[in-house]
Structure formats: structure tokens, C-alpha cells
């Protein structure tokens, strides 16, 4: 082994930053962690959708009808009549016109901010956004100018500093994955209307999670967003990408977006499975509702008890430690106490943010959150004692 990697490695051993993988049985509220019986508070699983029994039996048959994997490209072999199908779903269920699949959001930022995007081009990006928008950016050949986080004040001042500058892109997380927070697209809408701005709003967090039926954060704030990045993991409980837009930007994309034309069409089961998520998304209203309101439960009692988590109303609750070490001191005594909150560090998050990101799912029930809101009382008396 090349004698710089073995000191690379071994110096990343001994940092309070290491970080170890372990073994999550499946993405239910109570699971095996390391073989261990916990309850799980921070899947993004967020409706169930990943175990739910038609979701799965829906991708059994599109493997049984079209094999495991699509063979190709989407431009070459690869495009089954599903991944088109399911283009269709998702625009009309973010109401644009239309979409396009990749592999997944990650890879859907990457090429969608590249594709659209030259030397001409400004990128004002908020700075908590998710690190695949950061990648994005930093491939492109774009300038970068990062505002404040969800800081409109900064932004007006950083647009209104390059008014004469045709083309600006200003993107953001819908809703921000670590801190749970939203951007305000009312602003947002209203500043890249004024300076002729296109926007561009990763929607990772907010698909199935917020808006009527669970159509993200640009129905929430009733918003005209260009380009909607999503992914399938998250709600939709399946794995891969989209963007979501307007004709012409979709055809663009199909043309020029590398990510989508150099990599194999998205799995059949993967597909599928998204297919009856969507389904399910829109005619079970009340998971989404169960969700949002279990989620103002636990929020409202962590906050009650002394804890900072963070304001909002995503099931994204980030329950601020400070320092890296304490954060996984933390997390040991919730695991000592039968509950599965990873503590999220550096780069993840800013230096002395460190934090438990604690998330809930639809299927948790009311006794699963009431115990978790119990062990965090639990821990704070052993604190103070
Ligand atoms: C999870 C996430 C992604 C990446 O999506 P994947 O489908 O997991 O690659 C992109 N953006 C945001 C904001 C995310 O939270």
C-alpha cells in the first residue's frame, strides 16, 4: 500500500471525527442495529413507504416482467416503458410539465446545475446547502457566490451587486437536510422573478413530506420554482433521482446532462417501486399528516425540555449538542437506552453544531414517541444530577 494512504488512514483512525458503519437491519421504527433490538428516530424513510407491502410487491413484479437491471443507457437500451411512465407521475404530481430520471439526486444536482450552467453563468448558492449541490457547483464552470443561510437580505445584495449579468442561477434546499429548516420560496420567487434569476430547489426532504398531498415546498409557499431536483430515496422509500421542469429544459437536459447520458437506466425494481409510492403519496393523505403531526409532538417536547431543537415544521429535528464529542457521547447514552440517533459532525455539519438528527417516520407510534421524548428527559436529569 502506498505509504501516504496508511498515514491518511491511520491519521483519520485517531481523529474524534471517525466515523464507523454500522449495521441497520431495515428502516422500520424498531429494528436491529448492530444485531441490537433499538427504536429508530432518524431514517428518511419518512412515510414507511420503504417496507410498506405494495411497494415491494410492485417492484417483485417489475423484476419478474423486466429483469434486475435495464441493461443501458436510457439513450441507447436502457429506457423500459416504466421509466417514462414514471417521468409522467412525477411531473403532473409536482405539476410541471415535465421530468427526467437519473440514477440518483446526488448524480440528478450534478447534472442538472452542469447542464445548465457555463463560464457566463453566476451560481448563488445558500451555504447550508446539501454537499451534492456543493460538488455541483464546484464542477460547473460557473462563478460561485454563497449567500448567508436563508438570508434574503444577503441575497438581494449579492444580486443586486451583478445586476447587468445575464445569467444567474440561484439554487437552494427545499427543505435543509440538517437542520430541518425551510428556504422561503415566497422570497426566493419574488427575488428571481426581480432579477431574472432562474431557480433551482433540491427537494430531497420536502417530496411526500410537505404541500398538498405531499407535493414538496414549492405548493407549500404556492411558489413558481423553474427546476425541481428530487430523489426517490427518501419518502418514496425506493432508490434514484429527478428533475423536474419545464419542456424545453427537459429536452436540454436529455441532450446535454452527463450524469443522465452516461450512466445505466435506473433498475426496474427501483422504478416500480417509486410508481406505487407516488400512489400511495397521494391517496393516504393522513401518513403525510400523521408525519408532520407526530414530528410538532416530539419537537414541542424536546424544546420544552431544555433541548435546542431548531424551530420549523419538517420532521427534520436537529437537537443542537455543540461540541463533536459530546454529540457522540450523546448518542451512546440514547443507544444505552434502546434509541438510534447517529450524531452528525463535521464537515456534515459547521464545527460546534454537532448534532443529534433526529427524525420521525408516519408508522412510529404515539408510545414510540412519547418514549423517546421520555429517555431524552431521562438523560437531561442524569445530566443535571
Ligand atoms: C439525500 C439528498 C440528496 C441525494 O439524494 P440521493 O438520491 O440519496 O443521492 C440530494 N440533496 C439533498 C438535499 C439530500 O438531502
Not at 41 to 48: C, P, V
Not at 289 to 298: E, T
Request: include cysteine; proline fraction near 3%.
Amino acid at each position: 500500500m502506498n505509504n501516504w494512504i496508511r498515514q491518511e488512514s491511520k491519521r483519520k483512525q485517531q481523529s474524534p471525527l471517525y466515523r464507523n458503519l454500522v449495521i441497520t437491519d431495515k428502516n422500520t421504527p424498531e429494528t436491529l442495529i448492530n444485531g441490537e433490538r433499538k427504536i429508530l428516530a432518524a431514517s428518511n424513510n419518512y412515510l414507511g413507504l420503504a417496507t410498506d407491502a405494495r411497494v415491494i410487491a410492485s417492484a417483485q413484479e417489475a423484476v419478474e416482467r423486466y429483469g434486475t437491471g435495464s441493461g443501458g443507457s436510457r439513450l441507447t437500451t436502457g429506457n423500459l416503458p416504466i421509466h417514462g411512465q414514471l417521468e409522467q407521475e412525477l411531473a403532473r404530481f409536482k405539476q410541471t410539465e415535465a421530468c427526467l430520471l437519473y440514477s440518483s439526486g446526488f448524480l440528478a444536482n450534478l447534472g442538472v446545475i452542469n447542464a445548465l450552467s457555463d463560464s457566463e453563468t453566476i451560481i448563488f448558492s445558500d451555504e447550508l446547502n446539501h454537499a451534492s449541490i456543493i460538488d455541483a457547483c464546484r464542477l460547473s464552470k460557473a462563478r460561485i457566490i454563497i449567500y448567508k443561510h436563508t438570508d434574503m437580505k444577503d441575497l438581494e445584495k449579492k444580486l443586486a451587486e451583478h445586476r447587468n449579468h445575464a445569467k444567474k442561477i440561484i439554487v437552494t434546499d427545499g427543505i435543509f437536510s440538517m437542520d430541518g429548516d425551510l428556504a422561503p420560496l415566497d422570497t426566493l420567487n419574488f427575488l428571481k422573478e426581480r432579477h431574472g434569476a432562474l431557480l433551482i430547489v433540491d427537494d430531497a426532504h420536502a417530496t411526500g413530506v410537505i404541500g398538498t398531498l405531499g407535493r414538496g415546498s414549492a405548493d407549500y409557499f404556492q411558489a413558481n420554482v423553474d427546476v425541481t431536483i428530487g430523489t426517490l430515496s427518501k419518502a418514496l422509500g425506493s432508490e434514484g433521482g429527478f428533475v423536474c421542469a419545464n419542456n424545453e429544459t427537459i429536452a436540454l437536459l436529455i441532450q446535454t446532462s452527463r450524469s443522465f447520458i452516461f450512466q445505466t437506466a435506473l433498475a426496474p425494481a427501483s422504478v416500480a417501486a417509486a410508481l406505487m409510492s407516488i400512489h400511495i403519496i397521494q391517496s393516504e393523505p393522513e401518513r403525510q399528516q400523521r408525519l408532520l403531526k407526530i414530528g410538532m409532538v416530539l419537537r414541542k417536547a424536546l424544546n420544552q425540555l431544555g433541548y435546542t431543537a431548531l424551530n420549523g415544521i419538517s420532521p427534520i429535528i436537529p437537537v443542537i449538542i455543540g461540541c463533536a464529542k459530546h454529540a457522540v457521547h450523546f448518542q451512546n447514552m440514547l443507544n444505552e437506552n434502546g434509541i438510534f440517533i447517529p450524531a452528525i459532525r463535521p464537515p456534515t455539519v459547521p464545527e460546534n453544531t454537532s448534532r443529534l438528527r433526529c427524525t420521525l417516520m408516519a408508522t412510529h407510534t404515539d408510545e414510540h414517541v412519547q418514549f423517546i421524548a421520555n429517555t431524552f428527559r431521562k438523560i437531561k436529569h442524569e445530566q443535571l444530577s
